[in-house]
T-cell receptor
Framework: GQQVMQIPQYQHVQEGEDFTTYCNSS?????IQWYKQRPGGHPVFLIQ?????EVKKQKRLTFQFGEAKKNSSLHITATQTTDVGTYFC????????FGAGTRLTVKP | KAGVTQTPRYLIKTRGQQVTLSCSPI?????VSWYQQTPGQGLQFLFE???????NKGNFPGRFSGRQFSNSRSEMNVSTLELGDSALYLC??????????????FGEGSRLTVL
Protein backbone atom coordinates (compact mmCIF):
# COMPACT_ATOMS: atom_id res chain seq x y z
CA GLY A 1 0.00 0.00 0.00
CA GLN A 2 0.86 3.63 -0.23
CA GLN A 3 3.47 4.84 2.24
CA VAL A 4 4.60 8.38 2.93
CA MET A 5 7.98 8.82 4.55
CA GLN A 6 8.91 12.13 6.14
CA ILE A 7 12.30 13.30 7.39
CA PRO A 8 13.75 14.44 9.65
CA GLN A 9 11.70 13.35 12.64
CA TYR A 10 13.01 16.22 14.74
CA GLN A 11 14.72 19.50 13.95
CA HIS A 12 16.03 22.01 16.44
CA VAL A 13 17.15 25.36 15.08
CA GLN A 14 18.28 28.71 16.33
CA GLU A 15 15.83 31.50 15.61
CA GLY A 16 16.68 33.00 12.25
CA GLU A 17 18.00 29.76 10.76
CA ASP A 18 16.25 27.99 7.91
CA PHE A 19 14.33 24.73 8.18
CA THR A 20 13.35 22.08 5.65
CA THR A 21 11.27 18.94 5.92
CA TYR A 22 10.99 16.33 3.16
CA CYS A 23 8.33 13.84 2.15
CA ASN A 24 8.64 10.84 -0.13
CA SER A 25 5.85 8.61 -1.33
CA SER A 26 6.17 5.04 -2.54
CA UNK A 27 3.55 5.77 -5.20
CA UNK A 28 2.66 8.66 -7.48
CA UNK A 29 0.31 11.06 -5.76
CA UNK A 30 -2.67 12.92 -7.13
CA UNK A 31 -1.84 15.77 -4.78
CA ILE A 32 -0.11 16.49 -1.51
CA GLN A 33 -1.16 18.61 1.43
CA TRP A 34 0.79 20.12 4.30
CA TYR A 35 -0.45 20.64 7.84
CA LYS A 36 0.93 22.25 10.99
CA GLN A 37 0.13 21.06 14.47
CA ARG A 38 1.07 23.29 17.36
CA PRO A 39 1.89 21.59 20.69
CA GLY A 40 -1.36 20.48 22.29
CA GLY A 41 -3.34 21.44 19.21
CA HIS A 42 -4.79 19.78 16.16
CA PRO A 43 -3.45 19.76 12.59
CA VAL A 44 -4.25 22.87 10.60
CA PHE A 45 -4.17 22.95 6.81
CA LEU A 46 -1.38 24.98 5.23
CA ILE A 47 -1.51 24.26 1.51
CA GLN A 48 -2.26 21.78 -1.25
CA UNK A 49 -0.02 21.08 -4.26
CA UNK A 50 -1.46 19.42 -7.34
CA UNK A 51 0.74 19.99 -10.37
CA UNK A 52 4.03 18.31 -11.17
CA UNK A 53 6.92 20.60 -10.23
CA GLU A 54 4.61 23.07 -8.52
CA VAL A 55 6.11 25.65 -6.17
CA LYS A 56 4.00 27.77 -3.84
CA LYS A 57 5.00 30.39 -1.32
CA GLN A 58 3.32 31.67 1.81
CA LYS A 59 5.44 34.48 3.28
CA ARG A 60 8.50 32.67 4.67
CA LEU A 61 7.21 29.19 3.72
CA THR A 62 8.03 27.60 0.36
CA PHE A 63 6.34 24.38 -0.73
CA GLN A 64 7.51 22.19 -3.63
CA PHE A 65 6.00 19.19 -5.38
CA GLY A 66 8.41 16.99 -7.30
CA GLU A 67 8.31 16.42 -11.03
CA ALA A 68 7.33 12.80 -10.55
CA LYS A 69 4.68 13.76 -7.97
CA LYS A 70 6.24 11.40 -5.45
CA ASN A 71 8.10 13.84 -3.24
CA SER A 72 7.59 17.21 -1.66
CA SER A 73 9.32 19.65 0.63
CA LEU A 74 8.50 22.51 2.96
CA HIS A 75 11.16 25.15 3.54
CA ILE A 76 10.92 27.88 6.15
CA THR A 77 13.25 30.84 5.79
CA ALA A 78 14.51 32.63 8.90
CA THR A 79 12.52 30.66 11.46
CA GLN A 80 10.68 32.40 14.26
CA THR A 81 9.49 31.07 17.61
CA THR A 82 5.96 31.09 16.23
CA ASP A 83 7.00 28.41 13.73
CA VAL A 84 7.29 25.83 16.53
CA GLY A 85 5.17 22.74 15.97
CA THR A 86 4.98 19.53 13.99
CA TYR A 87 4.69 19.74 10.23
CA PHE A 88 2.94 16.91 8.43
CA CYS A 89 2.70 16.11 4.77
CA UNK A 90 -0.29 14.11 3.55
CA UNK A 91 -0.22 12.35 0.23
CA UNK A 92 -3.42 11.60 -1.66
CA UNK A 93 -3.80 8.47 -3.78
CA UNK A 94 -7.29 7.04 -3.22
CA UNK A 95 -6.96 7.92 0.43
CA UNK A 96 -4.90 10.37 2.41
CA UNK A 97 -1.78 9.04 4.10
CA PHE A 98 0.14 11.24 6.50
CA GLY A 99 3.87 11.28 7.04
CA ALA A 100 5.13 10.80 10.59
CA GLY A 101 5.76 14.53 10.87
CA THR A 102 8.76 16.70 11.62
CA ARG A 103 8.80 18.34 15.02
CA LEU A 104 10.39 21.77 14.85
CA THR A 105 11.71 23.53 17.91
CA VAL A 106 13.17 27.03 17.72
CA LYS A 107 15.59 28.45 20.24
CA PRO A 108 15.18 32.21 20.67
CA LYS B 1 -19.41 28.88 11.64
CA ALA B 2 -18.79 26.14 14.21
CA GLY B 3 -15.77 23.93 13.70
CA VAL B 4 -15.48 20.17 13.98
CA THR B 5 -16.68 19.00 17.38
CA GLN B 6 -15.46 15.81 19.01
CA THR B 7 -16.74 14.24 22.19
CA PRO B 8 -15.63 13.23 24.68
CA ARG B 9 -12.34 15.13 24.82
CA TYR B 10 -10.76 12.80 27.34
CA LEU B 11 -11.63 9.34 28.56
CA ILE B 12 -10.06 6.50 30.46
CA LYS B 13 -10.98 2.88 29.88
CA THR B 14 -9.64 -0.49 30.94
CA ARG B 15 -8.51 -3.35 28.75
CA GLY B 16 -11.36 -5.34 27.27
CA GLN B 17 -13.87 -2.51 27.40
CA GLN B 18 -15.28 -0.80 24.37
CA VAL B 19 -15.50 2.89 23.55
CA THR B 20 -17.54 5.08 21.23
CA LEU B 21 -16.28 8.45 20.03
CA SER B 22 -18.42 11.08 18.33
CA CYS B 23 -17.66 13.67 15.68
CA SER B 24 -19.86 16.47 14.37
CA PRO B 25 -18.47 17.91 11.13
CA ILE B 26 -18.65 21.46 9.95
CA UNK B 27 -22.11 22.28 8.68
CA UNK B 28 -22.38 21.37 5.01
CA UNK B 29 -19.43 18.98 5.07
CA UNK B 30 -20.42 15.48 4.04
CA UNK B 31 -17.06 13.74 4.30
CA VAL B 32 -15.73 12.63 7.68
CA SER B 33 -12.47 10.80 8.23
CA TRP B 34 -10.87 9.42 11.36
CA TYR B 35 -7.20 9.24 12.34
CA GLN B 36 -5.28 7.72 15.20
CA GLN B 37 -2.34 9.77 16.44
CA THR B 38 0.37 8.30 18.64
CA PRO B 39 3.87 9.61 19.39
CA GLY B 40 6.28 8.49 16.73
CA GLN B 41 3.57 7.05 14.47
CA GLY B 42 2.09 10.26 13.22
CA LEU B 43 -1.49 10.19 11.98
CA GLN B 44 -2.73 6.77 10.95
CA PHE B 45 -5.76 6.71 8.68
CA LEU B 46 -8.67 4.72 10.08
CA PHE B 47 -11.57 5.28 7.69
CA GLU B 48 -13.53 7.83 5.72
CA UNK B 49 -17.29 8.20 5.43
CA UNK B 50 -19.31 10.08 2.89
CA UNK B 51 -23.10 10.15 2.79
CA UNK B 52 -23.33 7.36 5.35
CA UNK B 53 -21.07 5.07 3.31
CA UNK B 54 -17.57 4.00 4.17
CA UNK B 55 -15.40 5.01 1.22
CA ASN B 56 -11.94 4.08 2.43
CA LYS B 57 -10.48 2.05 5.23
CA GLY B 58 -6.99 1.97 6.69
CA ASN B 59 -5.03 -1.00 8.01
CA PHE B 60 -6.65 -1.42 11.38
CA PRO B 61 -8.18 -4.59 12.85
CA GLY B 62 -11.90 -5.22 12.80
CA ARG B 63 -12.15 -4.02 16.41
CA PHE B 64 -12.19 -0.52 14.93
CA SER B 65 -15.44 0.38 13.27
CA GLY B 66 -17.38 3.47 12.41
CA ARG B 67 -20.55 4.82 10.94
CA GLN B 68 -22.04 8.03 9.67
CA PHE B 69 -25.56 9.28 10.17
CA SER B 70 -27.83 11.11 7.78
CA ASN B 71 -26.88 14.45 9.36
CA SER B 72 -23.19 13.67 8.60
CA ARG B 73 -22.31 13.15 12.25
CA SER B 74 -20.00 10.21 12.68
CA GLU B 75 -19.09 7.77 15.40
CA MET B 76 -16.23 5.38 15.74
CA ASN B 77 -16.16 2.39 18.02
CA VAL B 78 -13.28 0.37 19.37
CA SER B 79 -14.14 -2.94 20.98
CA THR B 80 -12.04 -5.14 23.26
CA LEU B 81 -9.65 -2.31 24.04
CA GLU B 82 -5.93 -2.99 24.24
CA LEU B 83 -3.21 -0.94 25.89
CA GLY B 84 -1.89 -0.02 22.47
CA ASP B 85 -5.15 1.69 21.59
CA SER B 86 -4.20 4.57 23.85
CA ALA B 87 -3.98 7.53 21.49
CA LEU B 88 -5.45 10.78 20.33
CA TYR B 89 -8.28 10.07 17.91
CA LEU B 90 -8.80 12.88 15.45
CA CYS B 91 -11.80 13.44 13.28
CA UNK B 92 -11.61 15.60 10.17
CA UNK B 93 -14.36 16.86 7.92
CA UNK B 94 -14.10 17.93 4.34
CA UNK B 95 -16.32 19.90 2.01
CA UNK B 96 -15.30 17.86 -1.01
CA UNK B 97 -17.04 14.68 -2.03
CA UNK B 98 -13.90 12.71 -1.35
CA UNK B 99 -11.12 13.17 1.15
CA UNK B 100 -8.77 13.17 -1.80
CA UNK B 101 -9.60 16.61 -3.06
CA UNK B 102 -10.27 18.89 -0.16
CA UNK B 103 -8.72 20.57 2.80
CA UNK B 104 -9.30 18.64 6.01
CA UNK B 105 -10.64 20.48 9.03
CA PHE B 106 -9.67 18.69 12.21
CA GLY B 107 -11.41 18.58 15.55
CA GLU B 108 -9.57 18.90 18.85
CA GLY B 109 -9.52 15.13 19.21
CA SER B 110 -10.54 12.58 21.80
CA ARG B 111 -7.69 11.43 23.98
CA LEU B 112 -8.20 7.81 25.00
CA THR B 113 -6.17 6.19 27.74
CA VAL B 114 -6.45 2.43 28.20
CA LEU B 115 -5.30 1.07 31.54
Amino acid sequence: GQQVMQIPQYQHVQEGEDFTTYCNSSTTLSNIQWYKQRPGGHPVFLIQLVKSGEVKKQKRLTFQFGEAKKNSSLHITATQTTDVGTYFCAGNNNDMRFGAGTRLTVKP
Amino acid sequence: KAGVTQTPRYLIKTRGQQVTLSCSPISGHRSVSWYQQTPGQGLQFLFEYFSETQRNKGNFPGRFSGRQFSNSRSEMNVSTLELGDSALYLCASSLAGSVNTGELFFGEGSRLTVL
